[in-house]
């Protein structure tokens, strides 16, 4: 349909390579990858977990939707305490709660019920980094950067995703099942401690600077 009106005019995208945007935002780019290294773990070898711990095939389904509805349900809390605090103290809150509830996934595998409340709840903490990450790279960069940064994250969070998978196949393989949400605590207590890291190396941005994580 033709219009009166003129087309909205769009600002060409600024290119940015991988190294400047780890310079940027160190602290983001890990975080997509660690998003990715422990989702890909959940996604790619949760199933393989579970049947190795004799659930039936409904448990096993049971178990993968609670933690996609996990992920669903703690968006906008999270989100909503990204917009009103330290971002990044958000993101390393969420990082050492996803230490602690894969730890407690690990203690409490032998109580189905409780597992499963546990992995609800990992699931919201874990599928929230790369949002976090992703809107924390956002606030350092201008809006003609947004496509560039966003091109790049998606590949590091892709690399983590398959690395990750592997490794953690690979160890269970040699250690079995037991060692797979220790091994998913100890990724996200190492981006915790990375973040605590960044913290003494480099300023909050200032509250009024943050971009928004939900609008």
């Known amino acids: 349909f033709l219009s009166s009106r003129k087309a909205p005019k769009f600002d060409e995208p600024e290119t940015l390579s991988l190294k400047r945007l780890y310079k940027i ?18 996604f790619g070898l949760g199933a393989v977990y579970a049947s ?10 049971t178990f993968m939707a ?11 809390p999270i989100g909503w305490a990204s917009d009103h605090y330290d971002r990044r103290i958000v993101i390393i809150m969420v990082a050492l709660l996803a230490t602690l509830i894969s730890m407690g996934c690990f203690i409490a595998s032998s109580e189905p019920y409780i597992l499963n409340i546990l992995f609800f709840i990992f699931g ?32 590091v969070n892709g690399v983590g995703a398959s690395t990750g998978h592997v490794a953690i196949s690979v160890l269970m393989s040699f250690f079995g099942n037991a060692v797979y949400f220790p091994i998913i605590s100890a990724l996200s207590l190492a981006f ?23 609008k």
């Not at 890291?197 to 971009?211: C, H, L, S, T, Y």
């Open 66 to 76: 609670l933690y996609i509805a996990g992920g669903a349900a703690f968006q906008i």
């Open 52 to 61: 190795g711990a004799d659930m039936t095939l409904s448990q096993i389904s």
């Open 192 to 214: 915790f401690l990375y973040g605590v890291n960044r913290m003494f190396k480099r300023g909050a941005i200032p509250m009024e600077d943050q971009g928004d994580y939900m």
């Open 124 to 155: 919201g903490l874990s599928l929230s980094i790369y949002s976090l990450s992703m809107t924390h790279i956002n606030d350092h960069l201008t809006a003609r950067q947004y496509v560039a940064a966003g091109s790049s994250a998606i590949l």
């Open 25 to 42: 935002s160190p602290f983001g780019l890990i975080g997509t990858f660690a998003s990715g290294a422990i989702t890909g773990a959940i």
